[in-house]
């Protein structure tokens, strides 16, 4: 029984013993193929196992004028990215240096926003604040000077390079991967738009440097400068607060800042598509190949008119300079301005114009402080004519005059006298009184309107009462919306009851008399202005004010404009409902129209002068509203008279005399109808 069990347990010993040798020899033999018979070509295939995904950037949509005139396009462009690799400090740095070198041997610009400058040494800045901010973020002691700031880094960065020019350049580098930081898997991008020359360069010796990364991306071009930049607005880097606010972006991506690039952002971005490259362990590509295909953003078709936006543009511009320059009878400190035009059929806007006006082009990379505190400083990124809200003055009175015919208070033959001063409340006087020391004596509507009789409407605005009149001007559109697809709109202001009450006064007689004639609390925007005169000359019916014509998908498909109203109108929180159309009375209408034709073709009219010799017949109204010291002029008109097509209003900043601004609105008409003119 002991021999048995002996000879069991010797049998089960020797086969768990040949079991051990045989996998033992199988291990040996596994990793003798491995090492000595594929070593080579495993020791290949594993270091070009590092995958990364990067975002393909979609382009964005295009956006047009209402003849297809390309106003911003998207072309391809190449930007250079750089991933962290396991070279050391001096590797690193002659490796940026080497980049560097080809990069600006093609033109190409990198990426730089290192304050600090050499030879001499100093500062990109003048601002002692942004200097302090500087050095303390970067932990740098506030006594240094610039060149032991510069000493500092280069210590830092372990930069040995004796050059200093060189040595700051790679400095430039160096601190951007300190702010942005970067991996294996995260790029920093240190160059964007490069040249092609520099692309084929960094293709055909990718091994001479390490982690370089070329993708292809969406370059956005303004191809007109500065034509239509409030409207259109600017797009840029997006920054790290809109990426934790908006899904689907990605580091660098471009996104709509101000504007139509604003507002319809969702619409232009496009869908980003997904790239997946293989790299070995010193970061050069051994493969790519795309998981996900980008879709282009849609285009966004505007109503304006890129000729008549020209115009105007023009227009603004030389008005302005001439009253500054004194080429008028009084010269003004004119240096701010805007200008709308309107189809008074449709709402649509043909022109929309501020002044000082900006370049967009220069957002999209990322524009230098020191142009961008010019900017600040002239209100050159202010768009007047959506959020400036001025005084109407004399241009209000139609208000006061289509209100008080449709509600019987006067007659369009009635008379009433102007003595220049008028008796009631404070005893406002007329401004005939004020130059002439007299009255215009009696005047019907017609001729109230024509030689703007402050008098006239006093009375008016008397018989009427402020909630009539505020009612008539909310009618209008004046201290409302307009709802036209631009964030920044300024609701403006009505002279009412209500406005008294939130002072928790009573209303007075003399501040109606001040809101007869476009005074008191009265403000309004040069958009508003546009849809007032619109109305008016539709004879009270209601117009949507709009700049979108078409929303078009890179599939060729249109987005419903039901859809649009409602996206625009919940970011931009429009208050969407109506009021109830009102049907002016077609004589009270065309007696007002006509008053406003006087101005413009009868020799006692305020803006004869300057229409006398118009082929077109325009309806015009000119105001000089005052604003503390300063006197704002504005023309409001429209043409043809007979068959009103379309709607211009001009404002011109401390412009002194109303006068002075129908010039603008005059170079717009005789260019819409008479000159032959392509963009």
């Known amino acids: 029984m002991e021999d048995n069990n002996r000879r069991s347990s010797n049998l089960r010993f020797n086969i768990l013993t040949a079991i051990v040798l045989v996998i033992g020899f199988i291990l040996m033999c596994q990793l003798i193929n491995l090492q000595l018979v594929h070593g080579d070509e495993y020791r290949v ?10 975002v393909i950037r979609a382009d964005r949509g295009e956006i047009l004028d209402a003849n297809g005139v390309k106003l911003v396009t998207t072309s391809t462009g190449f930007t250079l990215n750089l991933y962290r690799t396991t070279t050391d400090n001096g590797q690193l740095n002659d490796n940026i240096l080497n980049i560097i070198n080809v990069l600006e041997s093609n033109g190409d610009k990198y990426v730089d926003n290192l304050i600090l400058t050499v030879e001499p040494f100093g500062y990109s800045t003048d601002s002692e604040e942004s200097i302090k901010r500087w050095k303390k973020n970067n932990n740098l002691k506030e006594e240094y000077t610039a060149e032991q700031c510069f000493y500092a880094l280069k210590d830092k960065y372990q930069i040995q390079i004796d050059d200093i020019q060189d040595a700051r350049k790679i400095m430039a580098i160096r601190y951007e991967i ?39 991306t969406p370059v956005v071009t303004y191809n007109y400068g500065t034509l239509a930049s409030h409207l259109l607005g600017y797009c840029g880097k997006i920054t790290q607060e809109e990426l934790d606010k908006n899904e689907g972006y990605a580091d660098n991506d471009l996104i ?7 507002v319809f952002e969702k619409y232009l971005r496009g869908q980003n598509g997904v790239r997946q490259i293989d790299m070995d362990v010193n970061g050069n590509i051994t493969g790519e190949y795309i998981t996900k295909e980008p879709i282009v953003g849609a285009d966004v078709q505007l109503t304006i008119d890129a000729d008549i936006q020209a115009v105007a543009e023009k227009a603004l511009k030389d008005d302005i300079e001439k009253i500054a320059n004194g080429g008028y009878a009084e010269r003004s400190e004119a240096t701010a301005g ?3 035009v309107m189809n008074t059929k449709t709402g649509e806007i043909l022109a929309l ?15 230098s402080s020191e142009k961008y505190k010019e900017y600040n400083d002239e209100q ?7 959020s400036g809200a001025y005084a109407p003055g004399s241009t209000f009175k139609m208000v006061t005059a289509m209100a008080g ?19 009631y409340a404070h005893k406002p006087v007329c401004w005939y009184y004020t130059k002439y020391k007299g009255g215009h004596g009696a005047l019907n509507v017609k001729e109230a309107i024509e030689h703007s009789c402050n008098c006239f409407f006093y009375e008016v605005g008397n018989r009427l009462g402020i909630d009539n009149l505020s009612n008539y001007a909310s009618y209008f559109g004046l201290g409302r919306k307009t709802g036209i697809e631009l964030p920044s709109e300024s609701s403006g202001n009505i002279a009412s009851r209500a406005r008294a009450e939130e002072e928790n006064r009573e209303w007075y007689l003399g501040e109606t008399l001040s809101a007869s004639i476009g005074q008191s609390y009265n403000n309004a925007t040069p958009i508003q202005m546009a849809k007032y005169i619109s109305i008016l000359v539709n004879g009270g019916h209601q117009i949507d004010v709009t700049t979108i014509k078409a929303v078009r998908n890179a599939d060729g498909t249109e987005i419903s404009k039901d859809e649009i109203n409602k996206y625009v109108n919940n970011l931009l929180g429009i208050d969407d409902s109506n009021s109830e159309e009102k049907v002016f009375d077609e004589d009270n209408v065309r007696t007002v129209m006509e008053g406003m034709k006087n101005v413009t073709t009868e020799s006692g009219g305020t803006a004869y002068s300057v229409f006398k010799d118009s082929a077109v017949t325009v309806g015009g109204k000119t105001g000089s509203a005052q604003a503390g010291k300063k006197t704002h002029a504005w ?10 097509e379309i709607a211009v209003v001009a404002i011109v900043e401390n412009g002194a005399h109303g006068a002075y601004a129908a010039q603008i609105a005059k170079d717009i008409f005789d260019s819409y109808f008479y000159e032959d003119q392509s963009f």
Request: proline content about 5%.
């Open 635 to 644: 023309f409001v008109g429209f043409a043809p008279f007979d068959d009103p």
């Open 380 to 386: 050159a990124l202010y768009n007047r004519a959506i």
């Open 178 to 216: 300190t702010q942005k930081g970067y991996s294996n898997v995260r790029p920093v991008e240190i160059a964007n738009n490069i040249s092609k020359n520099s692309v084929l360069i960094f293709s055909e010796q990718n091994s001479n440097f390490f982690g370089i990364d070329i993708v292809t």
């Open 405 to 423: 015919l449709e509600t019987g208070k006067i007659s369009t033959g009635e008379r009433i006298n102007c003595s220049g001063i008028y008796p």
């Open 353 to 367: 114009a501020s002044y000082p006006d900006f370049e967009p082009q220069l957002f999209v990379n990322g524009i």
């Open 45 to 54: 295939l594993s270091s070009s196992r590092l995958t990364r995904e990067t």
């Open 256 to 262: 709509g800042k101000t504007g139509i690039q604003y």
């Open 338 to 340: 805007a200008v709308v």
